[in-house]
């Protein structure tokens, strides 16, 4: 039902910072917890970083805590990934994803198409 569009994706040198924004439309996007997922060439799809439908529950993959933030803005129906001090490992393609509130979400129906994120050392 809600479409998700990421943007926000480039090469950054090590060390350097990146925001990605995934914007959502054809629901409240206020209804739906999300989170981001990334997958390196030849590697399998990894779960990144996940917030609950209101903001205040937040999870994060080991190897990006303190680094990565994830935020939501439900009145611009926008969320966001900061990643700061990056590293030539979170070199991969970025989707932000999607379900009905429900936390937590273990399956998401709705992805996006997905942004480049390249970290080079």
């Known amino acids: 039902q809600v479409q998700l569009v990421e943007s926000g994706g480039g090469s950054v040198q090590a060390g350097g910072s990146l925001r990605l924004s995934c914007a959502a439309s054809?629901?409240?996007?206020?209804?739906?917890?999300a989170g981001w997922f990334r997958q390196a060439p030849g590697k399998e799809r990894e779960f990144v970083a996940a917030?609950?439908?209101?903001?205040?529950?937040?999870n994060y993959k080991d190897s990006v805590k303190g680094r990565f933030t994830i935020s939501r803005d439900n009145a611009k129906n926008t969320m966001y990934l900061q990643m700061t001090s990056l590293k030539p490992e979170d070199t991969a393609v970025y989707f932000c994803a999607a379900d009905r509130a429900g936390w937590p979400t273990a399956l998401y129906r709705y992805w996006g198409q997905g942004t480049q994120v390249t970290v080079s050392s």
């Open positions: 917030i609950s439908w209101s903001g205040g529950r937040t």
């Open positions: 054809g629901g409240i996007f206020s209804s739906y917890d």
